[in-house]
């Protein structure tokens, strides 16, 4: 079983819509989690970080964890084009170790 | 404030030869990774550093790479001898006190 798990996609929504993009992982004990938008050819940038069970919202993005299923999503709301990139979801198990990467979803949004 | 600083940008090389990739973390920042992004494989971990320290290698393919950290503000990758199979984008990420990471622009390298 891979550690983080991620559907490949392509997640194709048109301009306006709601992407949800989302993410499983397998380390119960895991505590920190990440959400990094990479646009082809480029770095991935960090976008949202959650760290406890519910949401947290900032601007368009709602990062969701819930830990007892082991999930972690990220809405985004009123899709843009520039938002079509590819999103690395990543996960700490405790302080002192690296992050865990999944391969990533890619999303496109249509105008 | 300066974000991470990789070079060289692009690095095209023959099989054989040495490449050594370089590393500016973010100033303050006490954590240094070195990542691996490839198409089949995804962003996979090398190794990184805490305090200077390498704290986790397991990630190094073998013994043809090699890592070091001389002081907080710099850091090299080297691969000796490269082969085809190392062409990839090599990124350099740090953060404060294992928080947030933050990516450099990466290191593009074709082996031929």
């Known amino acids: 079983q891979k550690e983080v798990e991620q559907n490949s996609g392509p997640l194709s929504v048109p301009e306006g819509a709601i992407a949800s993009l989302n993410c499983t992982y397998s380390d119960r004990v895991s505590q920190s989690f990440f959400w990094y938008r990479q646009y082809s050819g480029k770095s991935p940038e960090l976008i949202m970080s959650?760290?406890?069970?519910g949401d947290k919202e900032d601007g368009r993005f709602t990062a969701q964890l819930n830990k007892a299923s082991q999930y972690v999503s990220l809405l985004i709301r009123d899709s843009q084009p520039s938002d079509s990139a590819t999103y690395l979801c990543a996960v700490k198990r405790e302080a002192g170790t690296a992050l865990i990467f999944g391969k990533g979803t890619t999303l496109s949004v249509s105008s | 404030d300066a974000g991470v600083i990789q070079s060289p940008r692009h690095e095209v090389t023959e099989m054989g030869q040495e490449v050594t990739l370089r590393c500016k973390p973010i100033?303050?920042?006490?954590?240094l990774f070195w990542y691996r992004q490839t198409m089949m494989r995804g962003l996979e971990l090398l190794i990184y550093f805490n305090n200077n320290v390498p704290i986790d290698d397991s990630g190094m393919p073998e013994d043809r790479f090699s890592a070091k950290m001389p002081n907080a503000s710099f850091s090299t990758l080297k691969i000796q001898p490269s082969e085809p199979r190392d062409s990839a984008v090599y990124f350099c990420a740090s953060s404060r006190d294992h928080y947030e990471q933050y990516f450099g622009p990466g290191t593009r390298l074709t082996v031929t």
């Open positions: 959650i760290y406890s069970n």
């Open positions: 100033s303050g920042h006490n954590s």
